[in-house]
């Protein structure tokens, strides 16, 4: 007559089941870093498909011969450019002569919170333009930013420290050149100001930005 099996010792199914547990557990925390990493490298594409279409914008192919990111170094500069954090600089060549610097400054007083901009400027410290990367306003006022509203953006070209003077760079409704938004003048006074102290930034710091590479 057969003997029936003894029955599993709890200690020992108790063990198997903790296993499984710790197996299931490992095989979570893998898909989710593999989740979180596929999530980060999604965000930088996007950040620099962004950030590449921005300088694109400013500065044409033929422009420039140089690689703008391989090239780009950060300074700080908070009180000049909006941030305590590092702000990027891409230095524009051709031909082994400097040609421009785009520069990523934050606008820190926006309605709604910091605006990251590309500010453009020739070499000889005109602005080329100006592009707005990163704000939270609302669809009104980010109108001006996707240019459906007739080009706000563009008056900034051909401004220079000295274009308008000073005490003018500003809005109209305190007795400065530039116009508002529709309905608005919080956002578009603060990207004045940091495009103004982008400027003051360059124009200090103009033969530190072109010292990495000679003619």
């Known amino acids: 007559m057969d003997t029936p099996n003894a029955p599993e010792p709890r200690s020992k199914r108790h063990w198997t089941s903790n296993s499984a547990l710790l197996a299931a557990l490992a095989a979570l925390t893998l898909v989710l870093v593999w989740v979180a990493q596929t999530t980060q490298e999604r965000i930088a594409a996007n950040q620099r498909s962004g950030i590449t279409a921005g300088l694109n914008a400013l500065m044409p192919k033929g422009s420039y011969d140089n690689d703008l990111l391989a090239d780009a170094f950060t300074v700080i500069a908070p009180d000049l ?66 240019k459906r509203e007739a080009g706000w953006l563009d008056d900034f070209t051909g401004r220079s420290l000295q274009n308008p003077p000073q005490q003018r760079w500003t809005v109209r409704r305190d007795g400065g050149d530039f116009d508002a938004f529709t309905g608005a003048t919080i956002t578009p006074r603060a990207i004045v100001k940091a495009v103004r102290r982008s400027l003051e930034f360059y124009q200090a710091n103009r033969d530190r930005i072109f010292a990495a590479k000679g003619n």
């Open 81 to 146: 450019l909006g941030t305590d954090r590092p702000v990027t600089v891409y230095p524009a060549w051709r031909d082994g002569k400097p040609v421009a610097a785009i520069i990523r400054p934050i606008a820190p007083d926006g309605y709604r919170g910091p605006i990251e901009l590309l500010v453009a400027i020739a070499y000889d410290g005109t602005l080329i333009g100006v592009q707005v990367l990163q704000h939270d306003e609302t669809p009104g006022l980010g109108d001006a930013f996707e």
